[in-house]
């Protein structure tokens, strides 16, 4: 009987932690989002990227070690950085110095700006990564979450499906086991041909999951809430053709920007302990 109680309290013990450290992750976050070195710009984007609740769907904590893949201008690490500072360690995984792509040295410069303009990005350690090449991304079995926003398309329009599949071997290396893998990109209806999509920037649901478990990676939730029921993913130049790219300039502007922001799937992955 005295076991039977004592196994009761610890349970409720541990769910009033859980509860506190979510509530704590989430109120941090909150916080994050609303400072001062994001743009009314950044902001009015988050109707559509949902940033808060993204990440604590993820179950960010500041106190975990977090990686962010290719943050490009930062629009997560400025909500990321300050959530983060002087409790966790968080790797900004951008693009390699060496390489000799022109738009992805001007992208890593105003990045690198961008981190030395404030001493809110103090703690940020800035890493590389590109598919098949630049793997370092955090020391091996270091993070508890590895973060990517729609980059897995760019990695299968560049280098096909080994692309992706060198992308998760990557994550995966560098996530402790429990670890997180949160990924967000453009969905691709599963009824549409994806070899006919490929330069879309969509991609179905059902390949993401395929991979990331042929790289070892258990799904452990999916989400719709960066889901767009109005995007029906079918556009003259793919999904840039939406805001906030709006590919096609004032051409039925009205109508594209009526559609919003792109349909996204939002899966969570855990490296099996």
Known sequence: MKLGLKTALSAALAVSLSACAAT????????????????????????????????????????????????????????????????????????????????????????????????????????????????????????????????????????????????????????????????VDHRLPESRDAGKAKRSGYVKESWVIELAKQAGFELAAKSEINANPNDFADHPRGVWTLPPRLALGDEDRAKYEAIGESDRMTLKFIKPQ
């Open 24 to 183: 704590s992750g989430t109120e941090a976050l909150t916080d994050a989002a609303q400072n001062d070195l994001r743009s009314e710009q950044a902001k009015s984007r988050d109707q559509y990227r949902h940033p808060v609740e993204t990440l604590a769907f993820f179950g960010f904590e500041p106190s975990m070690t977090v990686v962010e893949i290719w943050p490009g201008g930062g629009w997560y690490s400025d909500i990321i950085a300050p959530a983060m500072k002087g409790e966790g360690t968080f790797y900004a995984a951008h693009f390699p110095a060496d390489s000799d792509v022109e738009y992805y040295q001007r992208s890593l410069t105003r990045f690198q700006d961008k981190l030395a303009s404030d001493s809110a990005y103090s703690d940020v350690k800035l890493s590389e990564f590109a598919p098949g090449t630049h793997h370092s991304i955090a020391p091996e079995g270091s993070a508890d979450m590895v973060l990517t926003f729609r980059n897995l398309h760019n990695w299968y329009m560049q280098k096909d499906e080994q692309g992706v599949k060198d992308a998760f071997k990557a994550f995966y290396a560098a996530l402790k086991p429990g670890g997180v893998l949160g990924v």
